[in-house]
């Protein structure tokens, strides 16, 4: 069973600065990872997939970069509506799939 | 427009059985795998299982197998999470989702289990 594991748990930062997320996965999972933000009452959307390919109408601020173990989820020109917990997930070899318990974003 | 409409809040009591339902439409029915992924009160997501409705070949996470049923009825391009008997622990927000990277998630179905 793979784990995966994200850091930081929370991560605060300025408006119009660059938060970047830790995703690492305890054995490879190529580049079957995908990356979700999800807001309060809300259910989680789909922003990656593949590591790096941004899913439909997802803005280019978000990008993802990776493989194998090591994942980066890089939000840039950060916004008040970025605000969110996001998770990644592996489908390697699925099913199953498995998530990271999650890094939350704060705008300062 | 690709969606998944999900039923409505349940309030249940331990013991009592229940089925939750999704809607599909918009897309291919029966050549999408559909799933179920629970969030408990304040915690994270969890992968239940999928359904792939074409041929109801049917996989669990290990954590789940046991503990609820999922189905298909691909004329009614609807998928099913089922309990027998209900927990308190059950107590949890349930999406249904599409495919293995989740692309499509359905609204959520808030199940409350209290006596």
């Known amino acids: 069973e793979t784990v995966m594991t994200q850091s930081p748990a929370t991560l605060s930062v300025s408006a119009g600065e660059t938060a970047t997320l830790s995703c690492r996965a305890s054995q490879s999972v190529n580049s079957n990872l995908a990356w979700y933000q999800q807001k309060p009452g809300q259910a989680p959307r789909l922003l990656i997939h593949g590591a790096s390919t941004r899913a439909t109408g997802i803005p280019a601020r978000f990008s993802g970069s990776g493989s194998g173990t090591e994942f980066i989820l890089t939000i840039s020109s950060l916004q008040s509506e970025d605000s969110a917990v996001y998770y990644c997930q592996h489908y390697n070899n699925w099913p199953p799939v498995a998530f990271g318990g999650g890094t939350k974003v704060e705008i300062k | 427009e690709v969606q998944l409409v999900q039923s409505g809040a349940e309030v249940k009591k331990p013991g009592e059985s229940l089925k939750i339902s999704c809607k599909a439409s918009?897309?291919?029915?029966?050549?999408?795998?559909i799933g179920w992924v629970r969030q408990m009160p304040g915690k994270g997501l969890e992968w239940m299982g999928t359904?792939?409705?074409?041929?109801?070949?049917?996989r669990y996470n290990p954590s789940f197998r046991g503990q609820v049923t999922i189905s298909a009825d691909k004329s009614i391009t609807t998928a099913y999470l089922h309990w027998s008997s209900l927990e308190p622990s059950d107590t949890a927000v349930y999406y249904c989702?599409?495919?293995?990277?989740?692309?499509?998630w359905g609204e959520g179905t808030t199940v409350t289990v209290s006596s």
């Open positions: 918009g897309y291919r029915f029966t050549s999408n795998w």
């Open positions: 989702v599409r495919g293995d990277y989740l692309d499509v």
């Open positions: 359904i792939y409705p074409g041929d109801s070949d049917t």
